[in-house]
């Protein structure tokens, strides 16, 4: 065999092993990197309705017969009133075909956003996702206009006010079932 050839053939399978590795780095991310999506009634309700089951008592402040989660995201409400169908915007974050966990938020009016529900499976917790789900609605809520954006969490949720402290969320007032959290975000 001809040095040319031998040139050739060794940038050739150079190439081959460069686009193999990219092509096993793009897949690896793809298909197992926890990426957002869009909220699909069918595919996701069921373990929504799980988590509320599971944590009623850190998402809502009645009991179940007060609210229906299953109803308001149905029609996209935060408050079940058909007003505000179609106000919520609901995103999941998913691994493969698993749900790690949603944020759910909406504007209050042109410039105020409310962040109604972040939620992660407990597998999952400790590894920042509820701060990537938080990170993403302030940064839709900004581009919709928000000026601020005010969101509630239970006293005893430390971990969840430690992930709004580190993302520039002040805590303005607190009573006996809320924390009322703000962020100023016009510059």
Do not use: C
């Not at 996701?44 to 089951?53: A, G, V």
């Not at 915007?89 to 938020?105: E, H, N, P, S, T």
């Not at 993403?136 to 992930?163: C, H, W």
Request: a positive charge.
């Amino acid at each position: 065999m001809n040095y040319q050839l031998k040139k050739r053939l060794s940038i050739l399978l150079a190439t081959l092993a460069i686009g193999a590795t990219i092509g096993v780095s793009i897949w690896f991310y793809r298909y197992t990197t926890p990426r957002l999506h869009e909220f699909s009634f069918d595919r996701d309700m069921p373990t929504i309705s799980r988590f509320f089951d599971q944590d009623w008592y850190w998402l809502i402040p009645g009991d179940r017969n007060s609210y229906s989660p299953e109803e308001a995201f149905r029609y996209r409400a935060p408050h079940q009133n058909p007003l505000y169908a179609g106000r919520l915007a609901i995103k999941v974050m998913r691994q493969k075909d698993q749900l790690i966990g949603f944020v759910a938020y909406y504007m209050k009016n042109p410039e105020l956003g409310f962040l109604n529900f972040v939620v992660v499976d407990p597998e999952f917790r400790g590894k920042r996702y509820a701060e990537q789900m938080v990170q993403y609605a302030v940064d839709d809520m900004i581009k919709r206009g928000a000026k601020k954006i005010t969101l509630l969490t239970r006293p005893s949720n430390l971990r969840a006010r430690q992930v709004y402290k580190r993302l520039g969320f002040k805590e303005v007032r607190e009573d006996d079932t809320f924390v009322y959290i703000e962020r100023d975000v016009h510059k």
